[in-house]
């Protein structure tokens, strides 16, 4: 079995401060992760992913999340957010070999100008 | 094109019709997904389907059902619907690197 807890519901940050986006995840087996992005009344997009390799991942838009195995976590970062980050972020698991993707309940980010 | 194409966007409908969201894919792929948003819930899993033959229940499949009818279409169909099946629902593709959404459709049921 598998979960992902977002503690966060929401979290509301000036323009240009830094943020973090909090996601620990539980699974008894190697997990892939991901983060996953919504926008006012849109689909879901992918931020960034975990797969294997280098535990820092990147992505084009300025967020990076860390894959760190011992306190089972993949927070979301970025260094100096703007209006356009207002979304819904959603942080997920699948484990290796597992077909389901979980999702944790998501974090609604608010940039206060 | 968008790579996964989900129709209709956005239904009312009422209680105790049935209804049907599809699902049509040009990725090749040949795992798809149906998932359903609620606020405050994020996504869960209705079905899935490896391929035209295999077909999953995923956490919340009870008052749904779905059809593979070729690789690219994946549809799921509501046969009595219920207020509390009012939700955005969205379906996937996934390959080895990872799933790609469709822009989801948002069903009401009045």
């Known amino acids: 079995a598998q979960s992902v807890t977002q503690l966060d519901s929401q979290v509301p940050v000036f323009e240009e401060a830094p943020v973090e986006l909090r996601c620990n995840y539980s699974?008894?087996?190697?997990?892939?992760l991901f983060w996953y992005v919504q926008y006012p009344n849109q689909g879901l997009q992918l931020l960034l992913k975990?797969?294997?390799?280098?535990?820092l991942v990147e992505s084009i838009n300025g967020f990076e999340a860390e894959f760190n195995k011992s306190q089972t976590s993949f927070h979301l970062r970025k260094p100096s957010v703007h209006i356009s980050d207002t979304a819904e972020y959603f942080c997920?698991?699948?484990?290796?070999?597992?077909?389901?993707?979980?999702f944790g309940t998501g974090t609604r980010l608010t940039i206060i100008p | 094109d968008a790579d996964v194409t989900q129709t209709p966007r956005n239904r009312i409908t009422k209680t105790g019709k049935r209804i049907m969201l599809e699902c049509s894919q040009t990725?090749?792929?040949?795992?798809m997904y149906w998932y359903r948003q609620d606020p405050g819930l994020g996504l869960r899993l209705i079905y899935y389907?490896?391929?035209?033959?295999?077909?999953n229940k995923g956490e919340i499949s009870d008052g749904y059902s779905v059809s593979r009818q070729a690789q690219a279409k994946f549809s799921l169909s509501l046969e009595s619907a219920i207020p509390n099946q009012t939700a955005l629902y969205f379906c996937?593709?996934?390959?080895?690197?990872?799933?790609?959404f469709g822009s989801g459709t948002r069903l009401t049921v009045v």
């Open positions: 996937a593709t996934r390959d080895v690197l990872g799933y790609t």
């Open positions: 699974s008894s087996v190697s997990v892939y």
């Open positions: 975990y797969l294997s390799g280098s535990t």
């Open positions: 997920a698991v699948s484990g290796v070999g597992n077909e389901k993707l979980t």
């Open positions: 990725k090749g792929h040949d795992r």
């Open positions: 389907s490896f391929d035209v033959k295999d077909i």
